[in-house]
């Protein structure tokens, strides 16, 4: 592996351990806002005013921060499979501390994500040198993703206007459906923002091109999105877990 393969790792790692733990910070948060105000699954925002909530925002705030500057330094195909600790530590907190069973098959799932994660991340390739954030937007605006955009555009819409109010609630798969596909939009926005403050910081202005501004709002209104989705239902071990896959699925890593 290259030094910058090594930084992105060690970054993704850190990330893992900071967003595992914040999940299950933020549900305890989540649990207690609902227990005194609507709940966040009714659309309710009391847990915007439960301090515990805000200790684990911070925390996945941290391990983005983190994530985000191990996209800068190698490759998605080796930093995104690393989410898989960050399950790991998801379930192993939700049962100690939410008191939710972990039954022999989350156990059996926990290890295929280690072994899957760690085959991919070992025979990760070396990533192009790209000199400008110019040469990421070409990239972005080649026919074939421009297809692929518009068409999780659409499908995100339908799932936001047509099935979130009436199966949200009763069905995990629409919530994730609308993060995971929002997601899947916001990986090369993440790179490419992340390249351009790599080589701003060596020397080599990036910020002077629209392209960096446009990413940047891109991958805004994607966290925004995902976060408000990802409140919306209480999330444990579980959800963590078919969220990850299903982002994997998205991003053409699972």
């Known amino acids: 592996m290259s030094s910058d393969n090594v930084k992105g790792l060690v970054l993704a790692l850190s990330s893992s351990f900071f967003i595992g733990a914040s999940f299950i910070v933020k549900k305890k948060g989540l649990k207690r806002a609902g227990s005194s105000g609507v709940r966040a699954g009714v659309g309710g925002y009391s847990y915007l005013y439960e301090p515990l909530w805000w200790v684990g925002m911070i925390a996945m705030i941290v391990g983005e921060i983190a994530n985000f500057a191990a996209y800068a330094f190698a490759p ?6 690393l989410g898989a600790l960050s399950i790991i530590i998801s379930a192993a907190l939700a049962h100690i501390i939410l008191r939710e069973r972990l039954h022999i098959f989350g ?4 290890v295929l994500c280690v072994v899957g994660s760690t085959t991919i991340v070992l025979h990760a390739p070396q990533e192009r040198v790209i000199e400008s954030v110019a040469e990421v937007w070409d990239l972005a605006t080649e026919p074939a993703f421009l297809l692929y955009a518009a068409l999780v555009l659409v499908a995100v819409f339908v799932l936001v206007v047509q099935f979130v109010p009436e199966y949200g609630q009763t069905h995990v798969m629409v ?3 609308v993060c995971s596909l929002v997601g899947s939009l916001s990986v090369m926005s993440v790179k490419a923002l992340g390249i351009a403050l790599k080589l701003t910081f060596e020397g080599m ?20 999105t995902q ?4 409140n919306k239902k209480k999330i444990n071990s579980t959800f963590s877990d078919v969220y990850y896959h299903w982002f994997l699925f998205d991003t053409g890593l699972g």
């Open 227 to 230: 976060m408000n989705y990802l």
């Open 76 to 81: 998605a195909i080796l930093v995104t499979p």
């Open 175 to 177: 919530y994730i459906g």
């Open 205 to 224: 202005n990036q910020l002077i091109y629209p392209q960096t501004w446009i990413f940047t709002m891109i991958v805004l209104v994607c966290v925004i």
């Open 107 to 110: 156990m059996l799932g926990c």
